[in-house]
């Protein structure tokens, strides 16, 4: 596929004070990124694919789930990228015993106060790994949504709000199909990527024995929360020519369109293709994104939106592969 011309930093018609704003963003991400992925690698091998994946959604504001096999460390990892952000953390494990209330939280008698208190479940974090979330039924699963989408939780009527930055990790493995409850298309498009990790690879597994075969240590804390949000609020001001806003609508236009799919891409799908290519574009040290950062990112981003027809499942067709589709039939307009 091929790449139209791209604007370079002289040519991008943005008020001077915003784009030095966007260019220090960018030079602050991509030293962050740089120290992230070694770090991470000091206990998770073979995986920098993945940590800049994390980072994307971290300085997009979104979540992510995590999907693959069990032993390919995506607890680990999960857990791992959770201790660098410096933010308070909660570990649920989803079983298919689990209720709401014990990921929400429930008020509770105090005989001391004489009147009902809130007992705040686990929920109550800024960074919440729901490790295996599709072991537990829809019930249990849809009370992340409220706080996956409004960034607060309502107890027995009342709505208290979370503490930003509020991340949430979950993990699930696609391939067992027993005791396993489908995440329904509600719950997956809160979900800002889904990130596939797969096998590490012969080298990657060979370094990975050679890394355990002594103690591991404990990674540094990278980020605090007021980093995670200074590096939020400033990636709007990434720039992008008008020609991207028309690239992004028209791939979501066409994946509504297309004859493999039942339910195309929404608005919502393409905010967040948006937000995805500023981030990743920023993370490579660079104010403004281009065309490939938005064909970088959307295999991640529209893969688990799109629904494909039944007859299209039959015949072995994947999610990346009409993604892969779309991308080929839309084309590139040249950026001035």
């Known amino acids: ?53 994390l980072l994307i959604a971290l300085l997009a504001g979104g979540h992510v789930l995590l999907e693959g096999v069990p032993g390919v460390a995506k607890t ?79 107890v027995d009527g009342t709505s208290i ?30 979900f800002l990527l889904r990130i596939e990790m797969g096998y590490p690879g012969f080298n990657h597994e060979v370094n990975l024995l050679k890394l355990y075969s002594k103690p591991v240590a404990e990674v540094d804390v990278m980020f605090s929360p007021q980093t995670i949000l200074d590096l939020q609020r400033k990636l709007p001001g990434v720039y992008g020519a008008e020609s991207l806003f028309e690239y992004i609508c028209n791939l979501a236009a066409e994946s509504r ?9 929404s608005p919502r799908a393409a905010l967040n293709l948006l937000r995805c290519a500023r981030a990743r574009a920023v993370l490579e040290g660079r104010h403004f994104f281009t065309h490939e950062d938005v064909q970088a990112i959307s295999y991640a981003v529209l893969g688990h939106r799109l629904i494909l027809r039944p007859e299209a499942e039959i015949e072995g067709k994947a999610s990346a592969d009409v993604v892969r589709e779309i991308l080929d039939a839309v084309p590139v307009l040249e950026t001035v």
């Open 257 to 265: 369109k297309h004859p493999d799919v039942a339910l195309g891409a």
């Open 161 to 190: 709000p979370l503490e930003l930055p509020f991340l949430v990790l979950a993990t699930q493995n696609p391939v067992e199909q027993e005791g396993v409850y489908r995440l329904p298309e509600a719950q997956l498009d809160r």
């Open 76 to 154: 680990t990892l999960s857990k791992v990228f959770s201790r660098l952000l410096g933010c308070q953390y909660q570990r649920v494990q989803f079983t298919p015993d689990l209720l709401p209330s014990d990921v929400t939280g429930t008020s509770i008698f105090d005989r001391n106060a004489n009147d009902f208190v809130l007992r705040k479940g686990p929920i109550f974090t800024q960074v919440l790994l729901a490790d295996e979330i599709n072991r537990a039924p829809a019930k249990t699963q849809s009370a992340l949504l409220e706080a996956m989408q409004e960034y607060q939780v309502t």
């Open 1 to 53: 596929m091929s790449l139209a011309h791209t604007s370079n930093p002289s040519q991008l018609p943005a008020p001077a004070d915003a784009r030095a704003a966007a260019h220090e963003l960018a030079q602050q991400a991509k030293q962050l990124s740089q120290k992230v992925i070694a770090e991470v690698g000091r206990v998770v091998v073979g995986a920098e694919d993945v940590t800049k994946q």
